[in-house]
Each structure stands twice: as structure tokens, then as C-alpha cells.
Nanobody, 129 residues
Framework: QVQLVESGGGSVQAGGSLRLSCAAS????????TAWFRQAPGKERVFVAT??????????DYADSAKGRFTISRDNAKNTMTLQMNSLKADDMGVYYC????????????????????WGQGTQVTVSS
């Protein structure tokens, strides 16, 4: 089973950027659908972005709030996933979790946290105005 560890969170001013990383160990990420979710205090965990495949077969999907500002990528050789976040807003604040799942057969499923069996411990992102 793969284990996931996030890093790269921190505090930034609105409009700033952060780059989150998710390091995997135990198994290769290449066989999984992987994703980033965000959870704000007192709120449910929400989908941010997902990625599967590689090269010409790579597929990515973003929450509407992330499109045009965030970029998800995966380096299967290094067994890592990253989330580049630009133009950060207060609404982007929360704990960011990376996740891995298998057998996800639709875009709708890839956006659901209950479809992912493997989670990291999370990394905090704070955006100040």
C-alpha cells in the first residue's frame, strides 16, 4: 500500500503563490488516480484537482475555483505529485490533503473524497488579506 506525505503549506498574502508536494512511498503512484482536497475548519473536505495517467494519456480535472490558478502535476519517476497554487485567495485557506485511489471509473467519482482510500496527513495553507 502506498503512503503519502504532504509538504509545502504555509502562510501567504492574498495574490501570492504556494507549491504543495505529495511524496509517495511503498508503491508507485502511476497505478493510481491521485488528487488534492481541501478542508476548512468546520466544513467538509472538497475537491481541488485530480490527475491520472502520464504522457499523452494524462488526464487532469479541476474544481471551478481552481481552474486557471492551480496546476496539478505528477512525476512518476520521483513518485511525487505537486499542486502549484497561484493568485491565492482567502477562500483557498484550509488543510490540503493528497489522496490516491483505484478503480475510479468516472470524472464524478474522481471528485468525491469517499472514493479515495489512501490519504496523507495534510498541510495547512493560510492566506491573509
Amino acid at each position: 500500500q502506498v503512503q503519502l506525505v504532504e509538504s509545502g503549506g504555509g502562510s501567504v498574502q492574498a495574490g501570492g503563490s504556494l507549491r504543495l508536494s505529495c511524496a509517495a512511498s511503498g508503491r508507485s503512484l502511476s497505478g493510481y488516480v491521485t488528487a488534492w482536497f481541501r478542508q476548512a475548519p468546520g466544513k467538509e473536505r472538497v475537491f481541488v484537482a485530480t490527475i491520472m495517467g502520464s504522457g499523452s494519456g494524462e488526464f487532469t480535472d479541476y474544481a471551478d475555483s481552481a481552474k486557471g490558478r492551480f496546476t496539478i502535476s505528477r512525476d512518476n519517476a520521483k513518485n511525487t505529485m505537486t499542486l502549484q497554487m497561484n493568485s491565492l485567495k482567502a477562500d483557498d485557506m484550509g488543510v490540503y490533503y493528497c489522496s490516491a485511489g483505484s478503480g475510479l471509473s468516472s470524472i464524478a467519482a474522481m471528485r468525491r473524497p469517499d472514493q479515495y482510500a489512501i490519504w496523507g496527513q495534510g498541510t495547512q495553507v493560510t492566506v491573509s488579506s
